[in-house]
């Protein structure tokens, strides 16, 4: 090789040779690009689709928008009226913070072994695995708010039905999170475990658990925050918390305690989400021996 | 020519590189050694301004480079390349692809984000993959390669930088014996035949030796030894690894039977 020649020289030269050993490097549109332009393009045409089958028009979002800032004018300043009713608003509050905290814990307990049978190298055998992951998919089809009406109708208005609303559309949540991040785990701690002598017990709770529990306390303290949020909605259909007095505000067009009460929800959320993420940033960081 | 002017980086009350000074020659292939920790990696990074100095100056050709910002930064970047320990390769990209990397700079970004490289391009990344002898892998996923392998794409991606410098941070300490010869001889290959200056921190001190027209020894961040790697004699050695002398002379012959030096060190307790 010349000393002289540079590598873009040296490569120019050889072009000829380089476009002969290496077709498919310059063909215009490679096959797998080609595969990937057409799968979007079909995406696109389905969006465009759907839109039109179910009448979307711009128009009608523009007249909407108008209505939605008329709303907004209505709602300022945000007001909670009575000094009763600011009491009445924030056992409400505390309630609906309840409802997340308790639902989320009975179903993190309650989905933790329930992960472990559903994962894949934890479970016992083959039949339980399916059972248990076909038994959590069937649990998180249903939403909270369907499992909320569904326990008002069994235990009676209140803050109880939303606990279990919570709690039973959570477990299949967690269920399948855990499941996934067993199953992510890394193998060799578990070999290691085995080689030295230990049983599958031995090797879940010395080669997996280590690893898979801060991930879990993570997903418990997401689930927490967002539950904050459904455990609003779940309110409305008489399983306790805010959501009740939110929707009877917005059918009595009170629009000045409505904003104080999103307004409220929302610096709680925000809370939360400071605080969990502290807390989910010092479980990955230090880990105890 | 390469010159570096009391660079020193602090990291809280640790110096990591104390006032270190150096004048690099176009052409010449440097071994920065010492033993782990002693300031290396942190001096490499702070030429390419992966890491900022604390203090002191860089300057190459004439021109200062401590205090580029954007793209200035980026086009000085493009000119010293950068080999990593971990090859530090897109794992999941294709080989080619990931040689193209080194083309950024030099195409403009509507026409590299959407992966739409020049024939020229192509055929200068695979002009320097055939190089490495690994022309036949351009289509294979970069982290199913082995790590000689891998280390190879890094350094082709290296060289379609044109760059003017190569800084290579331990690029042999994650390889076996005969990928560490291949990955070296890469590296001394490019420093004869492009004139590439090379600067390339090692811990090993045999292959210092082969490979390098020059040594400079790092100790706790200080310059203590600068020279030809002839003059680097076993108490020099030793004065610069200490206790990991014997283990990075690698039982090289030259040097008289293991006499472990222990007097200055007290183990653990």
Redesign the interface.
């Known amino acids: 090789?010349n000393?002289s020649l540079?590598?873009?020289d040296?490569?120019?030269a050889?072009?000829a040779g380089?476009?002969a050993?290496?077709p498919?490097?310059?063909l215009p549109l490679p096959a797998s690009r080609l595969g990937a332009l057409l799968l979007c393009a079909a995406a696109l045409g389905l969006l465009v689709f759907g839109l039109w089958r179910l009448d979307f028009s711009p128009a009608r979002l523009v007249d909407g928008f108008a209505q939605l800032f008329h709303f907004l004018g209505l709602m300022i300043p945000p007001d909670p009226g009575t000094w009763s009713r600011t009491v009445l608003i924030l056992k409400g509050l505390a309630e609906t913070l309840a409802i997340a905290l308790l639902g989320t814990l009975g179903a993190a307990i309650l989905a933790f072994p329930l992960g472990f049978l559903a994962a894949r190298n934890t479970s016992i055998n083959r039949a339980v695995q399916f059972l248990s992951r076909r038994m959590l998919d069937g649990v998180r089809g249903i939403d909270a708010l369907i499992w909320a009406l569904i326990w008002v109708s069994v235990v009676g208005l209140g803050p109880f039905a939303g606990v279990l609303a919570i709690l039973t559309s959570d477990i299949g949540t967690f269920g399948k999170l855990f499941s996934e991040a067993i199953e992510a785990a890394d193998r060799k701690p578990v070999e290691g475990v085995t080689a030295s002598g230990g049983g599958k017990l031995h090797g879940i709770r010395f080669g997996v658990l280590p690893a898979v529990l801060p991930v879990m306390a993570g997903h418990v303290l997401y689930m927490f925050e967002s539950n904050t949020r459904s455990s609003t909605i779940i309110g409305i259909v008489g399983a306790g918390g805010i959501g009740l007095m939110l929707s009877e505000m917005i059918r009595t067009l009170e629009w000045n305690v409505v904003s104080f009460i999103v307004l409220l929800i929302l610096v709680t959320v925000a809370v939360i989400d400071a605080m969990s993420g502290r807390l989910r940033a010092a479980l990955a960081g230090a880990r105890p021996a | 020519m390469l010159i570096i002017e009391g660079l020193t980086r602090r990291y809280g009350d640790r110096i990591a590189v104390d006032d270190v000074c150096l004048e690099v020659p176009r052409g010449s292939f440097v071994g920065v050694i010492g033993r782990s920790g002693a300031g290396k990696s942190t001096l490499l990074r702070m030429v390419n301004r992966l890491a900022d100095p604390s203090a002191g100056r860089i300057l190459w050709e004439g021109r200062d480079v401590t205090a580029l910002q954007g793209r200035a930064l980026r086009d000085w970047r493009a000119r010293c390349a950068m080999v990593f320990q971990q090859f530090n390769l897109s794992g999941r990209l294709d080989v080619?692809t990931n040689v193209l990397v080194g083309r950024l700079n030099a195409v403009p970004a509507h026409r590299s984000l959407l992966r739409l490289w020049s024939?020229?391009d192509?055929?200068?990344a695979?002009?320097?993959l055939?190089r490495f002898d690994i022309?036949e892998l351009?289509?294979q996923r970069a982290e199913h390669l082995s790590g000689g392998q891998q280390q190879r794409v890094a350094i082709a991606r290296a060289?379609?930088q044109?760059p003017d410098i190569i800084l290579a941070d331990e690029p042999i300490a994650s390889l076996d014996p005969r990928n560490t010869r291949v990955v070296m001889d890469a590296l001394a290959r490019i420093n004869?035949?492009?004139?590439i200056t090379v600067l390339c921190n090692l811990h090993a001190l045999d292959i210092a030796r082969a490979y390098c027209d020059r040594l400079v020894g790092l100790s706790a961040g200080r310059l203590v030894f600068d020279g030809p790697p002839e003059a680097l004699d076993a108490a020099a050695a030793r004065e610069l690894y200490g206790l990991e002398a014997d283990e990075a002379v690698d039982h090289a012959p030259a040097l008289p039977g293991p006499t472990p030096q222990v007097a200055p060190f007290a183990l653990h307790a």
Do not use: K, N, Q, W
């Open positions: 090789m000393r540079s590598l873009r040296a490569a120019l050889d072009m380089i476009r050993r290496h498919t490097v310059f | 080619l024939a020229e192509r055929a200068i695979l002009s320097a055939e022309g351009a289509a060289l379609v044109e004869r035949e492009f004139g």
